[in-house]
């Protein structure tokens, strides 16, 4: 059996390098695991042994190792020779993180509790190493360079509970096939990143009665035996992540009945039969190879309250336990086409879910949910079946999914969208983006009562008017009136955000959103929007922003000034030549005019912004230089800011090129009157200057002819 053991072990070894390549090495268990079932996680009612081989190398060990033990215990009765390196010392615990140390300080405190050695190049592990200190409660040495442990070192460390020896080379130590002795006290173990392969956590394992939590991620694990942790009964937590498993021996888990949670995530794994690990909590087989999940068919009650089955390639939902408690199922990026719970290979029980919480489905490819499939799951408040195929989507009955608050059918094909009425009335977010949604029923939201987030981007809708809405409530005469092909937005009572970009929408008629307390509204990427005059009304008092990007709008007739609590407006890359026009009372706070074509920025606007103005995107826009001095006074006293400053340019007759705007200078605008100046300027000089000439030619006369006299 133990040469079998090693031949397995040197065949894996071998094929290392090859099995990240997962693809190739799923292929060929696929077919494995449906005809032997070969990966399960299976009861087989027969207690786990400790190895009596194991505890014999352990004497061997010690016996082995005595000798050394007794030389370091005289070597620390000698007087210290090496200074206290730069540790810190924190009460009982001792920092001695990132110092190129091989040992911990010789004169460690007495009574350390706590030592943190990590990223140092401690490579012996030994008493030697940690200052024959046994009173430590918490060991941290993650990234040394440790290839060997002294056996027996934990043996006496009646305090020790947390030991870290994560980032290491214990892989080298597993070789030499040394047990490295009981871990007496060890509650946590971090074995993660040390190059371990299937068979070597043995090593450290065979002894640790109380070891509760168990980090073995990031080692190069294939297969969990049968007897992998029969040494640490007590384990309540097993981290597997990011290894190789291929296979899990049936009762590798049995054993343990305080297991609660599993993270076997990021593996190789291609199927669970006969799940049966009841006490389990938390179960996580993200990012396998897991084609079919299936519970043991028993009425015993599962304890599992999180299942997270993503990335895998499962084409059918989950066989999940018939008494469950499940809050939380994950089965996002799957293969999985349909939830038609009777068309899977094998029959079905239908299991009730009268607990589960939160589903994702995303990343799937299913074309339709039937409604019933909701009957099973009563508490649900999250739903996601984003990034389907989806067609069409409807709950019409007003028992289903009463819980739910947040829907995401983002990214389907729906073209159909039905809600029955008083359906659905807890739900608060409803996310519909990237669909083909050209027609929905026109007052569809307005049965949502508790609706408060609404996605619509990339659709085809049409906005209705409020006159349309009440044509169609008001009974009239014309009995067979059609009803209108575009949906309503007035009195939705709580919708406060609403994401209505890249519609294709062409207008927005007058009080649109009456009765509707948006905070945001986003009509983004609709180019040629027209927006009537007052089609925001109703939004006064509670629009807060207000995205109007890329809708190719060279003026704005809506009068935002109205709208007493806008704080951000993006009106960018549109062909905008003027401003809106806004007054003192504006509470702006920041405005996006990138990649317009302003020209001019209005003075008085300006200057009405400025008091509560904090961020203004201005780039890309011909605006002249000189005669947008106003804004380059509001740039220079930093009155705003102008996150894009770098391009804002203006137009100035004397450069050729654009001038920055943090370039210009009021100078450079005087400049432009200089000729006139200068001429101004030569002309009184020339002036004075004759004048002068003549006064003083006049007087020098006078004087000669008094000199003159003088003389005379
Ligand atoms: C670690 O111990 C081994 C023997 O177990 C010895 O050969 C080696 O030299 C030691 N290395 C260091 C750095 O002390
Ligand atoms: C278990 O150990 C891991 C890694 O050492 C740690 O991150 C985690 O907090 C521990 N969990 C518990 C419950 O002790
Ligand atoms: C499962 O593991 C993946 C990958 O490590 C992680 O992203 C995910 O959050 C885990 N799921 C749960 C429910 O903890
Ligand atoms: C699915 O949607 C939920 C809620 O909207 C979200 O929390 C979750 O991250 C989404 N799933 C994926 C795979 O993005
Ligand atoms: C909806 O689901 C998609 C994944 O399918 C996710 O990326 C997106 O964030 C979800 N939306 C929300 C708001 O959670
Ligand atoms: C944008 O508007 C201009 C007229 O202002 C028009 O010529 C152009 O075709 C429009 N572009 C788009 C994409 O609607």
Not at 339 to 350: A, D, V, W
Not at 617 to 635: E, T
């Amino acid at each position: 059996m133990r040469r079998g053991e090693s031949a397995e072990r040197s065949f894996w070894l071998a094929v290392l390098g090859l099995v990240r390549y997962r693809s190739v090495w799923v292929g060929a268990r696929v077919s494995e695991c449906a005809r032997a079932g070969g990966c399960e996680i299976k009861t087989v009612r027969r207690f786990c042994q400790i190895s009596h081989q194991l505890k014999a190398s352990t004497m061997a060990a010690f016996q082995l190792f005595f000798p050394l033990l007794v030389s370091c215990a005289v070597a620390s009765a000698s007087p210290p020779r090496h200074h206290l390196p730069p540790c810190q010392v924190v009460q009982m615990d001792v920092f001695c993180s990132d110092l190129s140390l091989r040992s911990a300080p010789v004169n460690l405190p007495h009574g350390v509790q706590m030592l943190d050695l990590s990223r140092n190049q401690v490579q012996n592990l030994t008493q030697e190493t940690l200052a024959y200190h046994t009173g430590f409660h918490h060991l941290n040495l993650h990234s040394n360079k440790i290839h060997f442990i002294q056996p027996g070192l934990f043996k006496d460390m009646t305090d020790l509970k947390v030991l870290d020896l994560s980032r290491n080379h214990l892989n080298v130590f597993a070789h030499s096939k040394i047990n490295i002795g009981p871990l007496t006290a060890v509650e946590s173990l971090d074995l993660s990143n040390n190059g371990l392969y299937t068979g070597m956590s043995d090593y450290f394992l065979a002894d640790s009665p109380l070891l509760a939590n168990l980090s073995l991620n990031s080692n190069s694990i294939t297969k969990i035996a049968q007897n992998t942790f029969s040494g640490s009964l007590s384990l309540k937590k097993i981290s597997l992540h990011n290894n190789v498993i291929l296979e899990i021996e049936d009762g590798a888990f049995d054993s343990l009945h305080h297991l609660t949670e599993l993270d076997l995530s990021k593996n190789s794994i291609t199927c669970i039969t006969d799940f049966n690990l009841y006490n389990l909590t938390v179960l996580n087989l993200s990012k396998n190879s897991m084609e079919l999940f299936q519970s043991a068919s028993s009425n015993q009650r599962y304890n599992l309250l999180y299942l997270d089955l993503s990335e895998n390639k499962m084409p059918y939902f989950p066989f999940l336990p018939r008494s469950n408690v499940l809050k939380y199922l994950d089965v996002s990026r799957n293969h999985l086409q349909s939830i038609n719970l009777s068309g899977s290979p094998e029959k079905r029980i239908t299991v009730l879910l009268s607990h589960l919480k939160y589903l994702d489905m995303s990343y799937n490819q299913l074309k339709s949910i039937p409604e019933s499939f909701f009957c099973l799951m009563g508490s649900l408040e999250v739903l996601n079946v984003s990034n389907n195929c989806i067609g069409s989507f409807s709950v019409t009955n007003e028992h289903l999914l009463t819980a739910v608050k947040i829907i995401n059918l983002s990214y389907n094909s729906l073209q159909s969208l039905t809600f029955g009425e008083n359906t659905l009335q807890s739900l608060e977010e409803l996310f519909l983006q990237g669909n083909d949604l050209t027609t929905l029923d026109h007052q569809v939201f307005q049965r949502l009562p508790s609706i408060k987030y609404l996605q619509l981007q990339k659709n085809n809708l049409k906005i209705c008017a409020l006159e349309q809405d009440q044509d169609e409530l008001a009974p009239t005469e014309e009995n067979h009136k059609d009803p209108p092909d575009c949906v309503s937005f007035s009195s939705v009572r709580n919708l406060h955000f609403l994401y209505f970009s890249e519609n294709n929408l062409q207008t927005l008629p007058e009080n649109a959103f009456a009765n509707t307390p948006l905070k945001l509204l986003d009509l983004s990427l609709n180019p040629g929007l027209d927006m009537d005059k007052d089609s925001l009304s109703g939004l006064e008092h509670s629009l807060v922003h207000l995205f109007l990007r890329e809708n190719n709008i060279s003026w704005l007739n809506t009068d935002l000034s109205l709208l007493k609590s806008l704080k951000h407006v993006d009106l960018s890359t549109n062909q905008l030549t003027s401003l809106p026009m806004w007054n003192k009372e504006s509470s702006i706070e920041s405005l996006n005019l990138q990649n317009n074509n302003l020209v001019t920025l209005e003075y008085r606007t300006m200057v009405a912004l400025e008091h509560s103005l904090k961020t203004l995107y201005m780039g890309s826009n011909p605006l002249n230089c000189c005669s947008n001095l106003g804004f380059l006074h509001m740039v220079q006293r930093s009155a705003v800011v102008v996150p894009d400053i770098e391009t804002v340019t203006c137009i100035h007759e004397d450069f050729s090129e654009p001038v920055n705007i943090e370039k210009l200078t009021e100078e450079m605008c005087r400049g432009s009157v200089r000729p006139k100046y200068i001429a101004t300027v030569v002309l009184t000089l020339l002036t004075v200057m004759i004048v002068l000439g003549l006064l003083v030619k006049c007087c020098h006369s006078r004087k000669r002819k008094r000199n003159r006299s003088f003389r005379a």
